[in-house]
């Protein structure tokens, strides 16, 4: 499940932050290399950012390099993308996804390749 932790919710002005959070179940989450993608109205789901299995590599596209951060946590099973600088380009529907043994960042920006979906959070950037 992936939830939206901030000021009002899925609602921040433009310039705020944000968080996401994805927890996930099972005891294999460690073997999964993980991402974010999002995908606005009328536009293809894209990549936003990925993190590797092994050693916590961590991809991003160029479009939130520098302001977005994605981390995770084995123990708890739980990815997070840290949003900070916010834009109103950045409102979109975000996805986590999982794919087992996930490293490189061919694997983890191919959207087909991921094997299991979270069911998608809502971020709206606006004044």
């Known amino acids: 499940s992936c939830a939206a932790a901030g000021v009002w919710g899925g609602l921040v002005q433009p310039g705020g932050s944000l968080r996401l959070s994805c927890a996930a179940s099972?005891?294999?989450?460690?073997?999964?290399?993980m991402g974010w993608f999002r995908q606005a109205p009328g536009k293809e789901r894209e990549f936003v950012a990925g993190?590797?299995?092994?050693?916590?590599?961590?991809y991003y596209a160029d479009s939130v390099k520098g302001r977005f951060t994605i981390s995770r946590d084995n123990a708890k099973n739980t990815l997070y993308l840290q949003m900070n600088s916010l834009k109103p380009e950045d409102t979109a529907v975000y996805y986590c996804a999982a794919r087992l043994f996930g490293s490189t960042y061919y694997q983890l920006t191919d959207y087909n390749g991921m094997h299991y979906w979270g069911k998608g959070t809502q971020v709206t950037v606006s004044s």
């Open positions: 993190i590797s299995w092994t050693d916590g590599s961590t």
């Open positions: 099972g005891s294999l989450f460690g073997s999964y290399g």
